[in-house]
Every structure is written in C-alpha cells, then in structure tokens.
C-alpha cells in the first residue's frame, strides 16, 4: 500500500552518504514514506497518550523527516558528539518537535510542512545485524526507520511498559506494510 492510499501528506527525504554498500534511494524514499503513513495510521487507531488527535492530524499531513543513510565511521562520529558513546551503533534519532515531555510545534510553522526529525542509519551496522538475525538487509533497515520514527515522535523504550507499548507498534507497523523477517 503506497503512502498516499494510507492518506498520508508528510514526506521522508532520503539520503545516502555512504560508499560501502549500494542503495537504491528512490525506492527507499517510497518504502520509507509508505512506512511514515503506516506509522500515522498505526498512531490513529492506537492513540499514544503524548500525541493529540489534532498534532497527529498535523504530523501525518506535514510532518516531514530526514534520513540519512551513513558508514560506521560516521555513525561513530555522532554517537559521540552527541551520546557521549565511542560506537558505531544502528540508528541515532534526532527530534525536532519532541523535548521529551509533548509536542511543539515551530510557533511559525503555518500551512507549511515541517522537520518532525532527523534519522541516521549506519548500512554497515544494518547489514550485521541482518546477518546476525537471519533476516534482510532490507527488513533491517525498514525496522530502523521505524524504530528511529518512533524516538522522533517521543517514544522510548527505558521502563518495561514504554519497551512493549514501542516494540509492539514497531511489529504493527512492519506487519501491516508486509515487512516480515
């Protein structure tokens, strides 16, 4: 299902900034967009207590996200500017409109779309990690993005009860937009 027949309007931008492995950024730049829409309708039919209706309506309409495909060396790089880890690890997640207790919006936003994030994946670490569960390098990477979306929009996975309610709408997700290992 594409994002457009979710009813979806934000967009994810792709980018690749990473020589290692190929990668086919215009087809990922759909699969990404149709998992956002995915993730809008999941959040629709499964309201999360730090959304609204009406700021998920916003997000799915507007919201945009960017992601950037890296190496481990890179990811390294940023794992330490901004974690304080001297690691490459799979994904880093950067909110824009999330400071960890609600929703703001730029108080100019408007009609316009709007950076809901940024996202980072590392290809190198998503292809041993794939590898490692038995699955695609391409479910790896759907479940990432996924997994980064969601810290976008506030979630996390610290207590128990925030790691099932996150893990179970990452599985939905993945279900729903045919991503199986």
Same mark, same amino acid.
């Not at 060396?73 to 794992?79: D, G, P, R, S, Y």
């Not at 207790?101 to 709007?114: L, R, S, W």
């Not at 994946?121 to 038995?134: H, K």
């Not at 996924?146 to 893990?167: N, P, R, S, W, Y």
């Given at each position: 299902?594409?994002?457009?027949?979710?009813?979806?309007?934000? +967009?994810?931008?792709?980018?690749?900034?990473?020589?290692k492995?190929?990668?086919?950024?215009?087809?990922?730049?759909?699969?990404?967009?149709t998992? *956002? +829409?995915?993730?809008?309708?999941?959040?629709?039919? #499964? +309201?999360?207590?730090?959304?609204? /209706? /009406?700021?998920?309506?916003?997000?799915?309409?507007?919201?945009?996200?960017?992601?950037?495909?890296?190496?481990?060396? /890179?990811?390294?790089?940023?794992?330490?500017?901004?974690?304080?880890k #001297?690691? +490459?690890?799979?994904?880093?997640?950067?909110?824009?409109?999330?400071?960890?207790?609600?929703?703001?919006?730029?108080?100019d936003?408007?009609?316009?779309?709007?950076?809901?994030?940024?996202?980072?994946?590392?290809?190198?670490?998503?292809?041993?990690?794939?590898?490692?569960?038995?699955?695609?390098? #391409?479910?790896?990477?759907?479940?990432?993005?996924?997994?980064?979306v969601?810290?976008?929009?506030? *979630?996390?996975?610290?207590?128990?009860?925030?790691?099932?309610?996150?893990f179970?709408?990452?599985?939905?997700?993945?279900?729903?937009?045919?991503?199986?290992?």
């Amino acid at each position: 299902m594409s994002s457009s027949e979710l009813g979806a309007m934000g +967009a994810v931008h792709v980018s690749n900034k990473q020589r290692k492995l190929p990668i086919d950024t215009k087809q990922w730049t759909e699969t990404m967009n149709t998992l *956002f +829409a995915e993730i809008c309708r999941n959040l629709r039919s #499964d +309201a999360a207590k730090h959304i609204s /209706k /009406k700021h998920l309506k916003i997000i799915s309409e507007r919201g945009s996200i960017e992601l950037m495909f890296v190496g481990n060396k /890179k990811i390294q790089e940023l794992n330490q500017q901004f974690r304080d880890k #001297d690691a +490459a690890t799979d994904v880093l997640s950067f909110p824009l409109i999330f400071d960890g207790e609600e929703v703001n919006f730029p108080p100019d936003f408007g009609q316009e779309t709007f950076e809901l994030g940024e996202i980072v994946i590392s290809l190198e670490r998503a292809q041993e990690q794939a590898l490692d569960f038995g699955h695609s390098l #391409d479910r790896e990477i759907a479940f990432l993005f996924v997994h980064g979306v969601l810290h976008v929009l506030g *979630f996390d996975h610290i207590t128990k009860a925030q790691e099932k309610d996150m893990f179970s709408r990452q599985k939905l997700v993945l279900d729903a937009a045919g991503v199986s290992r």
